[in-house]
């Protein structure tokens, strides 16, 4: 299992950005995928979870109307959108699943927001 986060960088605050995380290994489209993202001196946290098909998102509540999860399961590819990005947002984002009794995580992207 690989999982291949891109997409971050250095946003200023009300800024968009994309995240992208590519999945290989297993069959993709079986599977529920979750970002999470972790700050500096904190605690990885869960930010959002979309169920196979698609049909089903979740989002915590500090991200709640800003971030939308997607997935193409023809690209093995479940992204992050997130729109009116605060400085509060920077972190390092994961990207994650789980197969049978073991989670899966990718090496993480960085986002900054910062002007």
């Known amino acids: 299992v690989q999982l291949v986060e891109s997409g971050g960088g250095l946003v200023q605050p009300g800024g968009s950005l994309r995240l992208s995380c590519v999945a290989s290994g297993f069959t993709f489209v079986r599977y529920a995928m979750s970002w999470y993202r972790q700050a500096p001196g904190k605690q990885r946290e869960w930010v959002s979870q979309i169920y196979r098909g698609g049909g089903s998102t979740y989002y915590t509540d500090s991200v709640k109307g800003r971030f939308t999860i997607s997935r193409d399961d023809d690209k093995n590819t479940v992204y992050l959108q997130m729109n009116s990005l605060k400085p509060e947002d920077t972190a390092v984002y994961y990207c994650?699943?789980?197969?049978?009794?073991?989670?899966?995580w990718g090496q993480g992207t960085q986002v900054t927001v910062s002007s």
């Open positions: 994650n699943t789980h197969l049978d009794l073991n989670t899966y």
